[in-house]
């Protein structure tokens, strides 16, 4: 099986879990500019989470540049990874309403470490089914950033019911990570 | 007509349905462990959904993947399975609120027998219009899987009225069977 | 200009209008039998703007199968056509509701006229592109079909003020009309 | 890299963004005429933003085009486009409930402003990355028009808080400079 419909597929599945995020933006029923501050935090979930999975759409599309061929276990994959991503929304909202509360936030890092370890299952299907000289061999080479990444997720969940705030600030950590350009991806995707 | 177009939209609409349910998600307006427990149905019936339009989708991905050609008529029996797809966000929100009750559970069987019977017919207008020696005929012979779950859709309809739980036990059976890969379809479709 | 992001935008609004109709279907809050039939008017005013969505969108692929080329203006005719048929699931959510009163009925009515009188511009704007012996000069001959369906739909908007049903009755003898596969399209667009 | 998945998944963004206004406007509780007035002008503010996301959609369709290869800045200049395009649908939300209060027009102008920003960084980005004799560089040269959407932006601002009315009609005259077919552009895309 070629790569073109699970990329199309996945595709539409991210750009509409990032669009539908703002549609838990109500417009507020008053007009000033208070109205518009109480939106603020719910705009600055939004924010992250859009970072988030564009960071996601990025290493996916970088993945997938280098994949040749896909069988039924990788679109399951590929699905579990859709899956919670899908849920990203939300935990956005819910993050939004009440961003100094334990338990969105952990639910929150809890699906980004979901969501990490499901890329990851789905970069092992992948080099499963490819040769030892495919270019995927060296994209999916996990450094530090990866482990890293994983590590700060597990225990956002427990620091969120100490200090919300130390939770949020590893979110922000783990994303400016991810969005320094990844020389090792570029290489092998052009 | 190529498959193109037809491929693209049916990835689309699949897309949409599979990510539209998250909207019926709510977040909880209480910030406890508790509220979010609450929400553990709708969550389950939204997984039990993502997991049967995955099948769907992988099974349509590779019936299209042996296709060589489309008519009118094969645009409408396509239409006629996304329609049926498109109604399980709305029976999966009715099921999750209401998980103990028989007719969202038999409205929910309904609506997955009819998809079944959809695909079926969308096969039979593929054979139709292409010749004996297309890998369609091979990939579109039915065999125990598929009616079997026609079989246990029908009786979920009934069992639903007696004990729900039986029938949600079925749905699971069913979706199974077939997240099992399908040897006879990735065959004809490398 | 190329049509591949014509079409791939086309198919997008189109996959989304004819999904996000669904999220008007509420699930009840009831569970018994009379709460689903409730909802039954809503489900036939989406079932036949779906019909009427994918006539659309089975035209809309067979006349973009026959076009080599777009411009500027045909990009804006494309969107003229969207706008008009991303109303649809407004009026579908109104006329659902109210079933048996005018005023629905006649917007819906309007809202299909104008969106006839949109691809037809789009026709226009495309033969105006292509030399005399493209396919799409007879493509898009104008016969009986296209005349009738905007005669019933300007007739339809006034005698929606005199009894619902009649107009409603145009409405899916128009549908009749085009489910019909239309020999003379399919001929052009192998 | 190349440019397909960019492409795909900016119309999806696109396709969505320009799709889900539609959602906001509520079909209305009562059945006449004047409660279909009292959504008039939700329908012009989302008419509004309809043919603005629709010049964006026609200038990265030329733009893209254009554009032989992407590398990883140009992915999050995009997805910075995309951002401030999806907030769109929110300001048209609160604009169309009080068109004529100072701050909602402020807003919109704002997020108007903001993407003319974001379009211009990625031009800079796709520059970038081509050499000297790209038709992009002739593509990306910015004339008055460019230059005059920003600063009647940047002017509604404050406009807005003295008379909204000016500020709507500084939005309708950037709109018909665009809808203008650019000659510059369909020149190199051909």
Redesign the interface.
Known sequence: ??TG?????S??????????M???????EE???K??LDVFPVFLSY?LS?IYL?IY??NH??L??ATQ?V???I??AN?HL??WL??I??AT??VG??YE????IA?YAFILLMSAIAYWLLEIELIKFHDENSPLKKITQRGTKEYLSIIIYVLAIPVAFFNSWISIACFIIVAILW?V??KR??KF??
Chains 1, 2, 3, 4 share one sequence.
């Open positions: 099986m070629k419909r699970l990329e199309a597929f595709d539409g599945v991210l750009a509409i879990v990032i669009t539908i703002v549609l838990e933006m109500k417009a507020p007009t000033n500019l109205a518009l924010l859009f564009g759409w990025n599309h970088h997938l540049q061929k069988n039924g276990k679109l399951w699905l859709l899956f899908s849920l929304p939300f909202s819910w309403e009440n509360v334990s338990e969105p639910l969005i350009p990844d991806l570029e995707s052009i």
